[in-house]
Every structure is written in C-alpha cells, then in structure tokens.
T-cell receptor
Framework: EDQVTQSPEALRLQEGESSSLNCSYT??????LFWYRQDPGKGPEFLFT???AGEEKEKERLKATLTKKESFLHITAPKPEDSATYLC????????????FGRGTSLIVHP | SQTIHQWPATLVQPVGSPLSLECTVE??????LYWYRQAAGRGLQLLFY??????ISSEVPQNLSASRPQDRQFILSSKKLLLSDSGFYLC????????????FGPGTRLTVL
C-alpha cells in the first residue's frame, strides 16, 4: 500500500526566511510524485510532477526535489502570498489511476 | 486550455434530503474523473473515480453514489443526506493513464443540518 507522510504539519515563517517542506513516501514503482498548493476554501492547484530520483523543478520561489524516499519543496525568500497548505501525492505502479495524498503542510508567512 | 467547473459552490441541506453535485470538464477528451471529500483539518478522501462513460469505481462504502452520463460530466448524488456528509467536495480530472497530475475544480461546500 502506498503511503505519504508530510512534515511539518504546520510551519510559520517570517517574510524572506527560506525553508523546506518534506514529503516522505513509500510506493511500489513510482509513476509520479505531485505537489499542490491549496488556498482556504479553494481546490488544490497543481504545482509540479516529479518522476525519478534526482529530478528538480522550479517555479518562482518554489523548487521541488526528489530522492528515492522523499521529496522536498524548498521555498526561497517566501512572501505572505505563499501562505497556503501544500499537498504531496504519489502514484505507484499498482495498476490503478489513484494517487495517495499526504495530509499537507500548512504554511503561514508573516510580513 | 482545459477548465473544470463545479456547482453549486455552497449548499445547505437538511438531513434526509437528496443531493446532486455536478462537475464538468472542458477542453479535453476521455479524462479520468474523480470525486473527493475533504473534512476540516483532514486530508483528501477519494470517494469515486471513473475512467470512462458509465464506469464508476467506489473507494468507500457510504450513502453516496456517482454517475458519468457523458464523457466530461461527473455527478455525485445521495438519496438521503446524513450529518456526516458535510464537507468540502472536490471534483478532479487527469489525462487517461498513469503518472499524470490531477486538476481540481473550485469545490462545493456542503453543510447538512
């Protein structure tokens, strides 16, 4: 059974204070690891897909990296508008189209 | 470009009343479609998914049902709502196949009183 654990559950940063969110996973044959951003009262917004260890993707102040056991979402010099819940999900080669989601990390960036 | 619509945005219903939530996708064909529920402070719970018209898989036993009458239309229904059905309902789509990201709709906030 695929498993995803995100840490920390909540993170408070000052504007400009860089940090990383962790997504540890167990999956049989990784087909994809996904990062989403979710604002309160809205649907998750897709950020990145990573497929293999060593892969990295960037978007503005966000950079996602992947190893065989975990993924990190690095946030460089965050701004208050980066405040949101960040969700990680994995899809394995179990034959279904169903990703397994973590519970998310709630990020608050103070001005 | 692809877009996904859900309606209504919010809904307040009495216990025992029926439910119908609708989701439509534009700009793509043969998508995988999904219904999730998100309770406050909890993760996403997959309710149903569909890989084609009339093909529905249920992930959890409950008093909800889903239908896919058209390629890009996904409907979540209930004959009699329970208090425990309250939550944030999300529809999502992905390209047919595996290893593909999901794209979520804006969600429906359902409150059962």
């Amino acid at each position: 059974e695929d498993q995803v654990t995100q840490s920390p559950e909540a993170l408070r940063l000052q504007e400009g204070e860089s940090s990383s969110l962790n997504c540890s996973y167990t999956v049989s044959g990784l087909r994809g690891l996904f990062w989403y951003r979710q604002d309160p009262g809205k649907g998750p917004e897709f950020l990145f897909t990573l497929y293999s260890a060593g892969e990295e993707k960037e978007k503005e102040r966000l950079k996602a990296t992947l190893t065989k056991k975990e993924s990190f979402l690095h946030i460089t010099a965050p701004k208050p508008e980066d405040s949101a819940t960040y969700l990680c999900a994995v899809q394995g080669s179990g034959g279904s189209y169903i990703p397994t989601f973590g519970r998310g990390t709630s990020l608050i960036v103070h001005p | 470009s692809q877009t996904i619509h859900q309606w209504p945005a919010t809904l307040v219903q009495p216990v025992g009343s029926p439910l119908s939530l609708e989701c439509t996708v534009e700009g793509t064909s043969n998508p995988n479609l999904y219904w999730y529920r998100q309770a406050a402070g909890r993760g996403l719970q997959l309710l149903f998914y569909s890989v084609g018209i009339g093909q529905i898989s249920s992930e959890v036993p409950q008093n909800l049902s889903a239908s896919r009458p058209q390629d890009r239309q996904f409907i979540l229904s209930s004959k009699k709502l329970l208090l425990s059905d309250s939550g944030f309902y999300l529809c999502a789509w992905s390209v047919l196949g595996t290893g593909n990201e999901q794209f979520f709709g804006p969600g429906t906030r359902l409150t059962v009183l």
